[in-house]
C-alpha cells in the first residue's frame, strides 16, 4: 500500500485549499478512505471518511459545511476540499486506509 498525500500550503484565513491522496498498491475502489489530520502537541484525528463507491461520506463536526471528500476510482485519488480555512485547522493532514499512513501534507492556516 503506497498512499501520497499532495496540495498543502500556507494559506490564509477564510482560504481554500484542495489536498490530494494518490493510492497505489491495493484495490482502491474496493475501500472506504479517510482524511486525519494532527496537530502540534495533538494527538490523530479523524477529518472525513468516504464509501469505497463514494456514495457515503462522514465528517468530524469541526469539518462540517466547510470540507467535502471525494474521490475518483478511476486515479485511485481521494480529495479533501477545504474551504472557509481557520487557524485552528493548522495541521499535518494524512491519507488513510485501515492502518497505512502517508507521510502527511501540511496545512497551515495563517495571516
Known amino acids: 500500500v503506497q498512499l501520497v498525500e499532495s496540495g498543502g500550503g500556507l494559506v490564509q484565513p477564510g482560504g481554500s485549499l484542495r489536498l490530494s491522496c494518490a493510492a497505489s498498491?491495493?484495490?482502491?475502489?474496493?475501500?472506504?478512505m479517510s482524511w486525519y489530520r494532527q496537530a502540534p502537541g495533538k494527538e490523530r484525528e479523524l477529518v472525513a471518511g468516504?464509501?469505497?463507491?463514494?456514495?457515503?461520506?462522514d465528517y468530524a463536526d469541526s469539518a462540517k459545511g466547510r470540507f467535502t471528500i471525494s474521490r475518483d476510482n478511476a486515479k485511485n485519488t481521494v480529495f479533501l476540499q477545504m474551504n472557509s480555512l481557520k487557524p485552528e485547522d493548522t495541521a499535518v493532514y494524512y491519507c488513510?486506509?485501515?492502518?497505512?499512513w502517508g507521510q502527511g501534507t501540511q496545512v497551515t492556516v495563517s495571516s
Open positions: 488513510n486506509l485501515n492502518d497505512s
Open positions: 468516504i464509501t469505497s463507491g463514494g456514495g457515503y461520506t
Open positions: 498498491g491495493f484495490t482502491f475502489s474496493s475501500n472506504y
